[in-house]
């Protein structure tokens, strides 16, 4: 069993990345909707601040700098920048764990990332430092699965991963399909700006050609099974990875490897007929309110619990 500081270093690592990138790709999609100048745009780049929590999202008279704040501001608790240092301070403690290639690649993101030219960078090509920013962030994970052993440690960062970006795209989904903001997704670029938040405008053009229609966008996102940004995608492999970690282990009413069986079978088994009848709301919030409960769960059970259910009788 690994040392539970560490599961819970790993675990952060993985979620703090996830989160990094989702909010360097809003802020570019917000970026690019608003130069259009048109209401289709301006809504669009509402629905991503929305998705953040942002209170001020229906002020839009400045995007740029709500965009940059979201990047570069250090004060802002879920900035792209916070985000980073979590990651990286996460991925300090653990040195020992990680391979120097996956090390290497996030901490050189965060000192650019951080660097006193960071904001005239991102002042003088704002499009360019957030994809680049995205692209280390790739390779950070492309580094970690192709250098680290696909162990316990592994395991454990991309449970973080799957976690953070089941919420994260639930948490769009419903801004964008949920409530009177439905109305938005009549507007072609509207749809193709969701599709981009959730890096999936290509995926879905091969899955359902150039139809862009809100009940197929929704479709996707939720339930495909091959797409690695869709919500049941990301369960299943919280599942599987839960599964790999619990080897030899009771498994109780309120362990995380329950309930993330639990909402899998839940997505595998509903379709958007289903969704349709209820509303999206209904399934998009019981997602959300699941993966906090398996977060709870991953904390109580990987790493404070009880030291005597670890001890031998």
Not at 29 to 53: F, K
Not at 186 to 206: F, G, K, N, Q, T
Not at 215 to 235: G, K, N, Q
Request: aromatic letters at 8%; one cysteine or more; proline letters at 3%.
């Amino acid at each position: 069993m690994m040392l539970a500081r560490v599961a819970d270093s790993l675990y952060w690592v993985g979620r703090y990345v996830e989160r990094a990138e989702h909010l360097s790709r809003l802020s570019a999609v917000m970026l690019n909707a608003t130069l259009d100048r048109t209401e289709a745009g301006a809504q669009a780049a509402q629905l991503a601040r929305a998705s953040i929590g942002d209170p001020e999202a229906a002020s839009l008279s400045d995007p740029f700098n709500a965009a940059r704040a979201l990047v570069l501001d250090r004060d802002l608790g879920g900035s792209v920048v916070v985000s980073l240092a979590g990651a990286r301070e996460n991925a300090r403690q653990v040195r020992d764990q990680i391979t120097t290639e996956t090390w290497e690649r996030l901490n050189l993101l965060y000192l650019r990332a951080t660097a006193g030219q960071a904001e005239r960078d991102f002042d003088a090509n704002a499009p360019d430092f957030l994809q680049g920013i995205i692209a280390d962030l790739h390779l950070f994970k492309g580094a970690a699965d192709a250098t680290m052993s696909h162990g316990e440690g592994w395991r454990f960062m991309l449970i973080g991963v799957h976690l953070e970006r089941a919420q994260l795209i639930a948490r769009l989904l419903r801004v964008c399909f949920s409530g009177a903001q439905g109305r938005v997704l009549d507007d072609h670029l509207a749809l193709v700006s969701i599709l981009r938040m959730a890096c999936a405008l290509e995926p879905y053009l091969r899955a359902y050609t150039a139809d862009l229609h809100p009940r197929y966008i929704l479709e996707f996102l939720l339930f495909d099974e091959d797409f690695p940004r869709s919500i049941r995608y990301s369960t299943a492999l919280m599942e599987e990875h839960l599964t790999h970690i619990s080897k030899g282990r009771e498994i109780g009413r309120g362990d995380p490897l329950r309930l993330a069986g639990r909402l899998n079978a839940r997505l595998t088994y509903t379709d958007v007929e289903d969704v349709e009848s209820t509303g999206a709301s209904a399934i998009l919030n019981s997602v959300e309110a699941e993966c906090s409960a398996i977060h709870q769960a991953m904390y109580e059970t990987f790493v404070a619990y009880p030291l005597e259910t670890r001890l031998p009788a």
